[in-house]
């Protein structure tokens, strides 16, 4: 491996574990929900919910703050405001005595969590453009869905061991040790005569210059339709399969195989996008993404849960459509906007997380006694999906390369 081949990799792994603190810190509490629960004087489930559902609120409040902010004073410097934020963020969580102080906790989490995440885009936008950066976002996602894949398992190691205070202080342990990492090993992608005077009107200009690509807009729609809906997972799956089907020991072990699909299609995608391009990538994952979770519906409707077997297999053939939408989506929303690739990150992002906590919020009350209500909304956005990409006029070709 020659030292341009070492370089890319490594650019790709730290990307990865920037965005990856995000994964830890929402996948290693799940099998820990009900009793911090407990803990704080709750067995609602609709209050274990808000624990996921809350840190992507801060997630989208702090992009529209780190975003503009590193086009204006760089990123690196912005990725470090971050971690210093979310080390108060999480000793708060630790010593929360109520649910409130802990929702408070998760928020500011995911404010500080936002700066490393909305960062590490900007500057894989200021290395890269084009189908070249839907694969490389396309590897970075694959080494990141590594974290899902072994977090709740992580989570209920400690859990079994420890205590669920132990979970946040590894997570502060491995947001310390990708810092150490970031400052060594990550030049500055953002060089002065780049930079944007930072002004209380920055947001507004950048928002008004946004608003001109009308792709970029749709496909950030579109990834709030797909954010939401795989949201509503990330914050009912304890329920679904730690309480309705009995599975608490084996929801670690099921968590990361749903995972792997994901991280299987994500890396397919890397290999195909060269070859068949985004758009279409995006125009078939988005067709099978709707087909798949309506065939769900109209076997399942007004039905019990269908064996444990059953549901994950439906479960990974809509993740799979899922791993070839989340980078191709993020990709064509940033293509247009280089040239403001901060603040382009910070209101796609927020756009999109603003989007799907509404979202996860409705569809996640209905999930009581059966999954169903997933699949109801996989399949509604899904529909929803496809129009706006007609709208966008992205199926004015081939669905297909041949």
Known sequence: M?????????FVALMASLM??????????????DIIGADLGTNNTEDFQLLITMI????????LLFGPLSDSLGRKPIVFLGFGLFIIASVICIYADNLNTMIFGRILQGIALSAPRT???????????????????????????????????????????????????????????????FWFRQPETLHKPNRIRFSRSIFIEGTK???????????????????????????????????QYNLADEFPYIFAGLAISVGLATFLNG???L???????????????????????????????????????????????????FGNLRSLAMEPVGHIA????????????????????????????TALPLFVGFSVFGVLSIFLLIYLKAFKSRLLPF
Do not use: C, H
């Not at 992507?56 to 992009?63: A, E, K, N, R, V």
């Not at 398992?153 to 202080?169: R, S, T, V």
């Not at 070859?275 to 309506?294: C, E, P, Q």
């Open 342 to 369: 901060g603040i382009a990150a910070a209101i796609t992002g927020f756009i999109s997380t603003m989007m799907a906590v509404p979202i996860s919020a409705f569809i996640g009350k209905y999930v009581a006694g």
């Open 275 to 325: 070859k068949i391009g985004m758009r279409r990538l995006v125009n078939i994952a988005s067709i099978a993404f709707f087909g798949i979770s309506l065939l769900y519906v109209i076997m399942y409707f007004d039905s019990p849960n269908p064996s444990i077997y059953i549901l994950l297999s439906f479960f990974g053939l809509q993740f799979f459509a899922i791993g070839f939408l």
């Open 119 to 181: 960062i590490s885009i900007a500057i894989v936008r200021d290395s890269y453009s084009g189908d070249y950066m839907a694969r490389i976002m396309s590897f970075i996602t694959v080494v990141f869905l590594l974290v899902p894949i072994v977090a709740p398992a992580l989570g209920k190691l400690i859990l079994d061991n420890y205590n669920w205070q132990a979970i946040f202080y590894v997570q502060l342990l491995f947001s310390v040790l990708v810092s150490i990492w």
């Open 271 to 273: 290999i195909l996008v």
């Open 2 to 10: 020659d030292k341009q081949q070492q370089s890319q990799f490594e």
């Open 56 to 63: 992507f609120l801060g997630l989208g409040i702090g992009s």
């Open 209 to 243: 210059e946004l608003v001109k690509y009308k792709n970029t807009i749709g496909y950030t729609i579109i990834s709030g339709f797909i954010t939401g809906s795989f949201m509503v997972y990330l914050s009912t799956s304890q329920q679904i399969f730690q309480m």
């Open 20 to 33: 990856s603190i995000v994964a830890l810190a929402i996948d290693a509490i799940l099998p820990a929900l």
